[in-house]
Structures are given as C-alpha cells and as structure tokens.
C-alpha cells in the first residue's frame, strides 16, 4: 500500500507537548496544537486543553479520540457531582475521576493525560496520569512525545515560589524547544492559567515564538504573497 494512504488512514494522534506547572497562587497549562496522523498532519491548530470545569483543566496526549472520550465522561461526571454536593469539584476529584477511568481501561487507552486547576482548599495543583493510570502529584508535569527533549531543560530551570509571568514564560519557552527539536509536536502555543481570580487563555502563534539551534524562520507562501500584493494566479493551461 502507499506509504501515503496508510498515513492518511492511520488513527489520529497527538504526538504533542503539553506542561503542567503550579506557581505562587495557581497553576499554568500549556501545549502545542499539532495533531497527526502518521507523518501526515492533520490539523495544525488543534486544542489540546480541555476544561472539565470552570476550575480545572486536562492537557491531552496520545490518541486523540482516547483523550476526547475520557474528557468526556470526566466531565459528565464532575457535573453530576457538582449538582449533587451543591459546590464545584476538587482538583483533586477530577484527578481522581481521570485515573479511574485510565487505570480501568489501561489495556484499551493510549492517552496520558496532565490535570491542573484551583480551588479553596488546596490552591493550585497539578497532577499527571500517564499511560496505565497511575495517579502522580507534582508541582510541575510535562508529557507527550515532546517531554522527552525538556525534563534536563525543567531540571535546570525549575524554581518553587515562581511568579505568574515567570511561569508562563518558562511554560512558553518549553513547549517552543519542544517544536524544534519534534517533528510530533508543532503550530501554535496554547496556556491557560488558573487561579483564585479565574482562567485565562493566552494564544501564541507559531511565528512569534522564539527560534533555536538551526531552526528556519516562518516563511510565506507564494499565495499569501500574491494576495498580500492584491494580485491572484493564473490559472494554469492544460
């Protein structure tokens, strides 16, 4: 078969870059937006951060219909919870909910999964459920296929008490390594930071990042120059 077609029929994948990180007073998200198939891309913009409540937030790796579905009932069931004890959700529940489901289905899932969010008894938290379904606190989680470029990168530059702004930017600045150095991961930078005040959402796109070692700078088509001058191609002859 066509090394093409079976590119094309392969599952989708989110070969990705995503990060967990708490900080003084909440806790910072962040993934890249390149969704695969294969070698071939098949979405370049995607969102890889998923709210299960108006609190609490998953980063999605690894099959993207596994990550989809367990989101999915995570959420039906915070919302359930939610009504029957008349207050929001935990972090900590969600992340429990999370690691039922994955532990349960450990042989049929290929999804790990980062849970991060705020709420009045404990602050910010994050906590990583990798393949298998092990449940892991951490003041800081990366994963996907990415993670394996950045966890000297984290060693090294990983500090308790950080402030907001230095959060992100070391959450920025990690996934954009990432994109260089895998060709999984890639497209835009996503964050979401969580805290006491509520979530933001913060987009990065993918010619504002910073470049490394040999990277090639952001190019645009001839298309986009045409258009740009006003001007549109002939069509070609037959």
């Known amino acids: 078969m066509d090394t093409t077609l079976q590119d094309l029929n392969a599952p989708h994948s989110m070969g990705t870059t995503i990060i967990g990180v708490t900080y003084n007073g909440g806790v910072i998200l962040g993934a890249d937006s390149r969704t695969s198939t294969g070698m071939y891309v098949a979405n370049r913009a995607s969102d890889k951060i998923t709210q299960l409540t108006d609190n609490v937030y998953v980063c999605r790796s690894g099959s993207a219909a596994d990550s989809q579905i ?13 009504i029957q004890l008349g207050q929001p959700a935990t972090v900590k529940v969600a992340a429990n909910l999370v690691r039922l489901i994955s532990y349960g289905n450990k042989n049929m899932l290929q999804t790990g999964l980062i849970i991060g969010g705020w709420d009045k008894y404990e602050g910010g938290k994050i906590y990583g459920v990798p393949l298998g379904g092990t449940l892991v606190e951490a003041p800081f989680a990366i994963g996907g296929s990415g993670s394996s ?3 000297g990168f984290f060693d090294q530059v990983w500090k308790e008490g950080m402030t907001k702004e230095e959060a992100e930017q070391l959450v920025v600045k990690a996934v954009s390594l990432a994109i260089a150095r895998d060709g999984a991961s890639g497209g835009v930078v996503r964050t979401v930071v969580i805290n006491s005040d509520g979530v933001t959402r913060n987009f990065y796109p993918g010619d504002t990042l910073p470049l490394w070692h040999e990277e090639l700078e952001a190019q645009n088509s001839l298309l986009d120059i045409l258009n740009a001058q006003g001007q549109s191609p002939e069509p070609m002859n037959i």
């Open 70 to 82: 367990v989101s999915d009932y995570v959420r039906y069931f915070l919302h359930q919870h939610t």
């Open 149 to 151: 470029y950045l966890y």
